[in-house]
């Protein structure tokens, strides 16, 4: 079915920008500097099982939910994607993102691989971004620097990351997070760009 005169649906959806890559890589660093350079730029702010770190704060990074709630979550049908990802669960709310792409405005999700995937089966038009580390041995360094994780969690997601980095090909383009400052203005003239 093509789209009418005036009906945003078809553009609606070429504004979802889904941002993935390998835990520690700098996805949230990089999309936070870049909301401190343009606060208008929207995030969905996904439900998580995880636990919350030291400074995060309900409703902010996450909207920190039990294992029950997040059950009730998918029962009810109210996530775009979810997935299990080292030992938690994370998902996307599906209402604001619905919202924002139904009045045209664009949106940025950050998610793992799986997620990714399922965004791309089910909104096909939306643009993937592959964040890379400049090597395996920087991204050790980034995610045993952070000091957030314990060692086998650590461990955990190192492995994960070996799955993801195999994956880079999936995505529509990648960037490669050597200096923040670079990668901002790169994802900066992505989401301004249609995919074509
Ligand atoms: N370009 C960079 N150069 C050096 N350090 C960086 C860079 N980008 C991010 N970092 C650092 O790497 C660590 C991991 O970054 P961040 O938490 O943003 O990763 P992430 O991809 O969001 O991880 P996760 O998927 O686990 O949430 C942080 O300590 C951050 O300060
Ligand atoms: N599939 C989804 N993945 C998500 C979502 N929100 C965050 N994430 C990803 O999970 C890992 C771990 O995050 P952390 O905060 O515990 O370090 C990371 O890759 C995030 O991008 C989501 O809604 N769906």
Known sequence: MSAEPGDQSNQAEKRLI???GPS????STVVAALRREYPDVWLSVSVTTRAPRPGEEDGVQYHFVSDEEFDELVAADQLLEWAQFAGNRYGTPRAPVQARLTAGLPVLLEIELQGARQIRETMPEALHVFLAPPSWDELVRRLTGRG?????????????AKVELAAEKEFDTTLVNTSVQDVCGELLALMAAPKV
């Open 18 to 20: 889904v941002l993935s």
């Open 24 to 27: 520690g890589v700098g996805k």
């Open 148 to 160: 957030t994780e314990a060692e086998e969690v650590i461990q955990r997601r190192l492995e994960t």
